[in-house]
């Protein structure tokens, strides 16, 4: 589950602070554009795909999530 972490530029937030030892991506998230309707339609379809048995299980899609990570 993702941590939210409100930072005032300066002093270490309480949250990084309680999150265990290891690699983390940090971004921005105040001013992510909206979406292309490319994006949304990708959305859309993968949506329908699962909703007709397609998609892959919690353990694979985790794999693929964190193999690029491991490099």
Not at 19 to 31: H, K, N, Q, S, T
Not at 40 to 62: F, P, R, T
């Amino acid at each position: 589950m993702p941590t939210i972490v409100r930072w005032n530029g300066a002093d270490l937030p309480e949250e990084l602070r309680k999150l265990p030892a290891g690699r983390y991506i940090v971004e921005p998230v105040d001013d992510i554009p909206p979406l292309t309707l490319e994006e949304e339609a990708g959305i859309e379809l993968a949506l329908d795909e699962l909703e007709h048995g397609g998609g892959v299980d919690d353990a694979d899609a985790q794999r693929r999530i964190t193999a690029p990570l491991r490099r």
